[in-house]
């Protein structure tokens, strides 16, 4: 299979399935000398496990890490860095009965058609178990970017039609409600709204947003490799991203150039800056120094247990009930694996940015 690698420098390589023996990542390009350990990396992977809410699958998976390379003494070593996460509580039994049948909104279908085989248990490759692998390479890039001062935070800005108040914004908030929602206010009506869907057997989307801060002026390329299209092509790598945007993203294409322009201004020192931050921090694809703002939109979760249409290998209409553990929205679990998308991206285009002078 191609397409399981990602960077260019600071290289990243996923590998295993759902169901499978276990979930992994290869690290390639990490500089020697810097100190890690497997508590590191679990920080990060607790926040994306599955069973911490009655909103996220109640497969029982403790996500515990191990690092097989790449470390001597605590440290890194500058040679690839293994990392695995072992499957324990995979119950394949649940997927027997769709083995023959494409669920709405899967790749059950594409992948047959593409490979002419697929792992039905849980989706195999294309499961969200697989974010696993980003998540811990994530890790470890937002360690090495915090050496140089740079932090990447995202949180849910909205699921279904309830969106934070920026009024009520709190991030410490963010990390006290189970939904990852920056605005106790709004987390406790997308409760109530979630607990209706599930009731009716039924599941709801949403948007998250992340903010990068410290990131200087000039990363990125000025035309493939646009910091924005490199974004915008880790980020809808993840499963279930429908949509992309930086800064005032469409609200843009409604703008005025007069208002939609970000005016630059000189204070006392002499450092540049701007007055409004409309481009979300990046200009002719590459770093204004200002803080970068994107959010990214997910779908609804497609395996839900209302009775759906569909067709099964042989042509055939037919209806399934999808039976098993899903969640009933995906943003609050995605957040940290944006966080982990967003921190490759800027890491590997930051090294990049080295051969730019003399």
């Not at 490979?115 to 470890?140: K, M, N, P, W």
């Not at 005016?263 to 970068?292: C, P, Q, V, W």
């Not at 969640?327 to 080295?354: F, G, K, Y």
Request: hydrophobic letters at 40%.
């Amino acid at each position: 299979m191609a397409g399981s690698t990602f960077g260019n420098i600071f290289r990243v390589t996923t590998w295993g399935e759902s169901h499978g023996k276990g979930v992994g990542v290869t690290v390639d390009g990490c500089p020697a000398g810097l100190p890690l350990c497997e508590a590191d990396i679990q920080e990060y992977l607790d926040r994306r496990k599955p069973g911490q809410s009655k909103f996220t699958t109640a497969r029982k998976e403790g996500d515990e890490v191990e690092i097989l390379s790449g470390v001597f003494e605590g440290q890194t070593t500058g040679t690839p860095i293994s990392m695995i996460v072992w499957n324990k509580d995979q119950r394949s039994k649940d997927y027997s009965t769709i083995m023959n049948v494409y669920r709405p909104g899967h790749a059950d279908y594409t992948f047959d058609q593409k490979y002419g085989i697929r792992d039905y248990r849980g989706g195999g490759r294309s499961s969200a178990r697989e974010t696993i692998a980003r998540v811990a390479a994530g890790a470890l890039a937002c360690k090495i970017l915090k050496q140089y001062g740079i932090t990447v935070t995202a949180y849910v800005k909205s699921i279904g039609a309830i969106e934070i108040d920026p009024d009520r914004f709190d991030l410490a908030e963010r990390d006290r409600n189970k939904l990852n929602m920056p605005d106790a206010e709004a987390a406790e009506h997308a409760s109530a709204f979630l607990e209706e869907m599930m009731t009716q057997l039924d599941s709801a989307g949403g948007v998250v947003e992340c903010v990068i801060n410290g990131v200087p002026a000039g990363v990125g390329e000025p035309v493939f490799d646009k910091l924005d299209a490199r974004l915008a092509g880790a980020v809808m790598s993840i499963g279930a991203v429908k949509g992309f945007e930086v800064g005032d993203g469409f609200a843009a294409a409604r703008a005025l150039g007069s208002s939609n322009n970000d005016a630059f201004r000189a204070d006392e020192t002499g450092r540049i800056y701007k007055e409004t931050n409309h481009s979300g921090g990046i200009l002719g694809g590459m770093s204004d120094g200002s803080e970068i703002v994107f959010r990214a939109a997910f779908k609804p979760t497609p395996s839900i247990a209302k009775e759906q249409r569909t067709v099964n290998k042989a042509g055939e209409n037919v209806d399934i009930v999808i039976k098993g553990r899903h969640d009933p929205v995906v943003v609050p679990r995605a957040v940290v694996v944006v966080e982990s998308m967003a921190a490759l991206t800027v890491l590997d285009l930051l090294l990049m940015n080295r051969c730019a002078r003399v």
